[in-house]
T-cell receptor, first 112, second 112 residues
Framework: NAGVTQTPKFRVLKTGQSMTLLCAQD?????MYWYRQDPGMGLRLIHY???????AKGEVPDGYNVSRLKKQNFLLGLESAAPSQTSVYFC???????????FGPGTRLTVT | QKEVEQDPGPLSVPEGAIVSLNCTYS??????FMWYRQYSRKGPELLMY????GNKEDGRFTAQVDKSSKYISLFIRDSQPSDSATYLC????????????FGPGTRLSVLP
């Protein structure tokens, strides 16, 4: 039981490049989330999904897109990376309407 | 004013000390209060959960909520070097994960 896994662990991008972050969970959770964590800012929700095929915007969605084609996977895309997107990205999952979220180990992204 | 405020630390204490970590918030509708622990370069993990006001104890950890003052605390008794981590408070008006608001975290170091 791996829990929540994220790929890749580290990435350096140049401004304007694109990439996709992959999140996978093996707990059969309905809900999945993408957060970014920046110093002094706490975790901020980018997008979330309450089930396969559904996605919704969080607090800071601009510059990101997501897809949830399979229940166990949640993809976060950056179409044209900007230095302001340098951050640590965390994926999380939870059961329906549960206060407990299970987080992945994070992806450290640097955009130069 | 940020919705949830937390002293970023770092807070350094000797092993065995009692530690008090605190958050203040501005939204009186918050009813669900959580503490997450985050080790360096890892994802957060749920430590304590409290609904509405009052105290909750789990081993060496006690969570306290004072809704009248909009103030929550996490106490750690007999602190250990293994408690060295960043502690994030999180809160919400409901238990829908997409509505959680996280504090920026307090970094704690317990010195042997």
């Amino acid at each position: 039981n791996a829990g929540v896994t994220q790929t890749p662990k580290f990435r350096v991008l140049k401004t304007g490049q694109s990439m996709t972050l992959l999140c996978a969970q093996d707990m059969n959770h309905e809900y999945m989330y993408w957060y970014r964590q920046d110093p002094g800012m706490g975790l901020r929700l980018i997008h979330y999904s309450v089930g396969e095929g559904t996605t919704a915007k969080g607090e800071v969605p601009d510059g990101y897109n997501v897809s949830r084609l399979k229940k166990q996977n949640f993809l976060l895309g950056l179409e044209s990376a900007a230095p302001s997107q340098t951050s640590v990205y965390f994926c999380a999952s939870s059961e329906v309407n549960s206060y407990e979220q299970y987080f992945g180990p994070g992806t450290r992204l640097t955009v130069t | 004013q940020k919705e949830v405020e937390q002293d970023p630390g770092p807070l350094s204490v000797p092993e065995g000390a009692i530690v008090s970590l605190n958050c203040t918030y501005s939204n009186s509708a918050f009813q669900y209060f959580m503490w997450y622990r985050q080790y360096s370069r890892k994802g957060p993990e749920l430590l304590m959960y409290t609904y509405s006001s009052g105290n909750k104890e789990d081993g060496r950890f006690t969570a306290q909520v004072d809704k009248s003052s909009k103030y929550i605390s996490l106490f750690i008794r007999d602190s250990q070097p293994s408690d060295s981590a960043t502690y994030l408070c999180a809160m919400s008006r409901d238990n829908y994960g997409q509505n959680f608001v996280f504090g920026p975290g307090t970094r704690l170091s317990v010195l042997p």
